[in-house]
């Protein structure tokens, strides 16, 4: 009966945890937490936070219980403090202050990643918070039930800072976003980023753009944000959400290697370096199976498709990871979007000659009741025509989600931009049209090159 | 200029119109239209008779204008009589019973289906309808103007049979389906048939199954429906819809071939048998990609396609059907259920070892508001884990429909069930789960197997 230990109970230890027992019943599988919330749906709490979720405990993927009757063995508060790769031992300090070493015959490093913490004055200062684990946010729920806060500062306009605008604002407070580029969300693009300004101003959010912080002050009961622009912006709490970085604090010392952004570097079967230590989710980096080359790219189904390849390999098995295409989506308020695959840039970047058109189309036919406008960005190769990326936002509703993942499909496929008329797809007037939107922003593509 | 002559004005024959012009600007198209409906969306007339469409002019998916604007020529009520193959002409009658002959270069048959006529007396009564044409529509809607019917019985639980079971159940008719088989919607596979069934039964349809009609006669104010079972069967209006078949008397006489159901016989350029002649939509046999046969599968996805090669064809190019998957979708009340690929049987037949389970997964985080379950079956080949086939039913807004064309992505690409965990597809709690739903089932399907 080999040991496997896992340091890290979120979306990828439990991947890997629960797949090695899949592969191999036998296995003795042990996950050593720093928390007590096993397999917690981070991604859950700005909904939480909005109120949309009243308890807490349903966002749990699944319960201690469910997790336990797989054969899984969770260590609750043991905060890995030491791996040796050498006597292949794990050292960690429990909640009670008392050290244990457990010996691992395979070690998975599923310690994800912490929120960047920028270095200006007043971070620490109460009101100011962070958003990435539980424990982060019952501190903001506790805050706002204490002190009934009516004004909150994001700074940051990633997926956590826009999440939070909608989630605060719904809630109550009068927020104001503040955005070091002159763009918001900008992974999703230039094109679109227009459209998540008007979602927002049309909620009430104040939007502050091209904005340095350079501290925060406390100024009477308020947090003051002295910035590069001396706009006065002042709020009762302030949410930093300007990035995660890999928490890879662990293999200091181990000789086990990082890159990207300090991620550890692993291959395609999720080893690292290191003889029998494996590394998946948010520490690690990323294949990307368009560009062939790793990326830092944190993001949950990453995690949970690199855990269970990390799980099953540390059981004897031989998966492959198969790469990220950048898949994202997101809701802020009424609006979705989406994003796969590179975008124009990102092709260039990749050595592609990249050509991208904007279509917009109805999500079904209007005569249908309900129909709103889909935003359809296509990147296709000009000499090629090989499909290399897409955006879309349109209504919560709206079938965003699963038509970027038909995009998604297309391109792990590497089907070329034509090829996506010859994809029978399903019609009924209220959910499409007899050509897919999809279809029909990859014909206005090849129209725009001319054919 | 080569004249470019097309019979019939819907989907078909309006996208090879378009098509033709758009790649040969030059070209001389003109169609020839049986009514003054060019281009409408028969499939859309359901909702016009349940009421959730107010004015039947918002189902033509392109105005007059519009298409004249493309340089197409619509000729209103010319119904083509006959085709002359050698002296490459058409002739026609228009509404005031005048003749017309027009030269053709290239000649496009595109007429469409009819609905079958059952053999059994009463077909004719006043008060019994089929549905197919605008006519049909425009009939139904003026009786139920006229008559204020307050029940109707419809013959046929095909897709058009459950539709108007919605319709005329939202219009406030008591409403009764007479089944001939045990199922409801066989094409969708018998495993989700109870789905329907319920759906219907929740919204007060009465349901008669196992059931043969042998006339319908005229008592009293009502019509009555004779059957085998010698169940008493009464209503103030009859739908009968037993299905399509294709209207090809046009081809009479001229040595076009015809094959299934009387189908038009066509190569994937769709070509006819006679030189310079082609045909595409519901008149003709329909190439299935994945089996690599022909089918009769009257679909207005198909139509457009087919329509799009042949008029790309007529006017010089060399496009190929890539083939029908048999994707389809249809929402009944609430209820969303939509097919792709091939059922199990079908599987069977098609020389597979077909293995297929059943998932059910919610189609979101449930901690997020709405969330509703979705149930997929997948079928995949025992021996080489090929994906050979899909169905999802759920809940209108559940994503279904794009969560079938994900499926019909994936079968297009000829990709295995297990592949489908590779696919990056896209997650926030609002819309997915870490593993779609999709990805869920593979792996439930995987674990079938006992892997």
Redesign the interface.
């Known amino acids: 009966m080999s040991a496997l230990v896992i340091i890290g109970g979120s979306?990828a230890g439990i991947s890997a945890a629960l797949r090695a027992k899949?592969v191999d019943p036998s296995a003795d599988v042990k996950i050593l937490l720093a928390n007590n919330f096993p397999n917690y749906?981070i991604?859950?709490l700005p909904?939480?936070l909005s109120g949309?979720?009243s308890?807490w405990r349903?966002?749990a993927?699944r319960t201690v219980e469910e997790i336990e009757k797989q054969g899984v063995h969770l260590l609750f508060s043991h905060t890995a403090t030491k791996v040796d790769p050498e006597s292949k031992t794990v050292t960690d300090l429990d909640a009670t202050g008392k050290t244990h070493t457990t010996k691992f015959d395979k070690l998975i490093i599923a310690t994800g990643a912490v929120s960047v913490r920028p270095s200006f004055a007043g971070i620490l200062l109460p009101g100011v918070f962070f958003l990435r684990w539980m424990d982060d946010g019952f501190s903001i729920h506790r805050y706002m039930i204490e002190h009934h806060p009516e004004s909150a500062i994001i700074l940051g306009s990633g997926y956590i800072g826009m999440e939070m605008a909608d989630a605060l604002t719904r809630r109550g407070l009068s927020v104001t976003v503040l955005a070091r580029s002159g763009r918001l969300l900008k992974t999703l693009g230039q094109e679109m980023g227009y459209l998540i300004d008007n979602e927002l101003l049309r909620h009430g959010v104040r939007i502050v753009k091209g904005i340095a912080v350079t501290s925060i002050e406390k100024t009477g009961k308020n947090l003051a944000i002295r910035n590069s622009q001396h706009i006065p912006i002042e709020g009762d709490m302030v949410l930093v959400a300007t990035g995660a970085r890999p928490e890879t604090s662990i293999g200091t010392g181990t000789g086990i290697l990082t890159g990207l952004q300090g991620a550890i570097r692993v291959n395609r079967a999720m080893e690292t370096n290191i003889q029998d230590i494996y590394a998946a989710g948010d520490c690690v980096e990323t294949w990307h199976?368009f560009t062939k080359k790793y990326t830092y790219l944190p993001?949950?189904?990453?995690?949970?498709?690199q855990g269970?390849v990390a799980g099953e390999n540390a059981v004897g098995g031989h998966a492959e990871f198969?790469?990220?295409?950048?898949?994202?989506?997101?809701?802020i308020f009424d609006l979705?979007m989406?994003r796969?695959g590179l975008l124009e840039n990102e092709a260039s970047e990749a050595g592609f000659d990249p050509v991208s058109i904007d279509h917009e189309a109805w999500d079904h036919?209007?005569?249908?009741?309900g129909a709103t406008p889909l935003r359809i960005r296509i990147t296709g190769d000009r000499r090629t025509h090989q499909l290399l990326g897409a955006q879309i936002a349109g209504c919560?509703?709206a079938?965003v989600?699963?038509?970027?993942?038909?995009f998604?499909?297309?391109i792990?496929?590497e089907?070329t931009v034509d090829?996506l008329?010859?994809?029978?797809?399903?019609?009924?007037?209220?959910?499409?049209s007899?050509?897919?939107p999809v279809q029909m922003a990859s014909q206005a593509w090849i129209?725009a090159l001319g054919r």
């Not at 993001?299 to 498709?305: E, P, Q, V």
């Open positions: 979306d899949e749906s991604c859950g909904f939480y949309e979720v308890d349903t966002l993927h199976h993001l949950g189904t990453t995690a949970h498709k269970r198969a790469g990220s295409l950048g898949t994202q989506v997101v809701k979705v989406a796969t036919k209007t005569y249908y009741p919560y509703g079938e989600s699963k038509r970027i993942d038909l998604a499909t297309a792990f496929n089907m090829s008329s010859h994809l029978d797809l399903s019609y009924t007037p209220p959910l499409s007899p050509w897919d129209k």
